[in-house]
């Protein structure tokens, strides 16, 4: 009898630790459809393109599309500037970027929310491009070096990062971000 007791008391405990640990009770296949939700609410009202151009040429400007860049869309990428033809990054190169980032849980009639990040009166974030085994690299996912895979250095980009490609302290809120990125070397 004392033993079902024992056992009974841990499977309150047990239980009880399992309730508080979940706040709202939703699964992780939930918080990805809320994530889906939240990044189709955004892109319905923006021109999308599933691909990207074959020759690589985006259109550019405030009007430009949305181009999806990976085949789960994950990432989708606007270009505002296309940079200086031939400024390319090099694997490991030191990259400083500025941004504003928007979360599109909040995103409500065509508006955006209020934006945060290091675009105007902040010093620039950094990382190394391709190497994600350092830190200052790995901490803001892979979704922000994307673009440059595609564009020179100096390009300024609206790209949409949904979580698994998102800053690593952030994944497990399983919320998508609309940035705005400029990147630029240091001299």
């Not at 009770?25 to 955004?42: D, I, M, P, R, W």
């Not at 945060?116 to 200052?136: D, E, H, K, M, Q």
């Not at 690593?168 to 998508?176: A, F, G, R």
Request: hydrophobic share 35%; proline share 4%.
């Amino acid at each position: 009898m004392k033993t079902l007791r024992a056992i009974g008391a841990i499977i309150t405990v047990i239980a009880g630790l399992a309730a508080t640990s979940c706040n709202d009770g939703k699964s992780y296949s939930q918080y990805l459809n809320e994530e889906n939700t939240y990044t189709n609410n955004f892109l319905a009202d923006q021109r999308v393109e599933l691909s990207i151009p074959a020759d690589t040429v985006f259109e550019v400007g405030p009007d430009a599309p949305y181009y999806r860049l990976d085949e789960d869309g994950t990432l989708y990428m606007q270009v505002l500037n296309a940079g200086t033809k031939g400024n390319m990054v090099e694997d490991n190169e030191q990259i400083y970027f500025r941004y504003t980032r928007y979360a599109l849980a909040n995103y409500k009639d065509g508006e955006l929310p209020t934006g945060t990040g290091n675009n105007i009166t902040l010093s620039p974030a950094w990382f190394r491009f391709n190497n994600f085994s350092i830190n200052t690299s790995y901490q803001w996912g892979q979704g922000v070096q994307i673009p440059l895979h595609y564009l020179p250095v100096d390009c300024e980009v609206n790209i949409v990062i949904k979580s698994q490609m998102g800053v690593i302290d952030e994944q497990s809120q399983v919320q998508p971000f609309l940035w705005r990125l400029t990147y630029e070397r240091r001299q």
